[in-house]
């Protein structure tokens, strides 16, 4: 069983940056592989980035590539998302996950483990 708490949401003009953390109870963080979503109000959830349990291989959405940045500290038992030259579009809810699969997945079914989201407004 896995615990995810999301942290460091809130809101920003274009062009800045957040940063998420989201931090993970339990013995075998390790073992998993993490993912971040995002939801937007009337859209569907979609997939944001990932990386393996090794946190040496990575995923992003092609929306996000180039912008943001995901990584782990294993000893910490948490995950990050450095999100730079944010744009409107990428107000959403970011919900932090983990799937035992031990490959990079993105889709939501996947994904074993949820923490409660937290809120990203980028205003223009």
């Known amino acids: 069983q896995v615990q995810l708490v999301e942290s460091g949401g809130g809101s920003v003009q274009a062009g800045g940056s957040l940063r998420l953390s989201c931090a993970a109870s339990?013995?075998?963080?390790?073992?998993?592989?993490m993912g971040w979503f995002r939801q937007a109000p009337g859209k569907e959830r979609e997939f944001v980035a990932a990386?393996?349990?090794?946190?040496?291989?990575?995923y992003y959405a092609d929306s996000v590539k180039g912008r943001f940045t995901i990584s782990r500290d294993n000893a910490k038992n948490t995950v990050l998302l450095q999100m730079n030259s944010l744009k409107p579009e990428d107000t959403a809810v970011y919900y932090c996950?983990?799937?035992?699969?031990?490959?990079?997945?993105?889709?939501?079914?996947?994904?074993?483990?949820w923490g409660q989201g937290t809120q990203v407004t980028v205003s223009s």
């Open positions: 990386i393996a349990w090794s946190g040496g291989s990575t």
């Open positions: 996950a983990a799937t035992r699969v031990l490959r990079i997945v993105t889709t939501a079914p996947e994904y074993d483990y």
């Open positions: 339990g013995r075998t963080f390790r073992t998993y592989t």
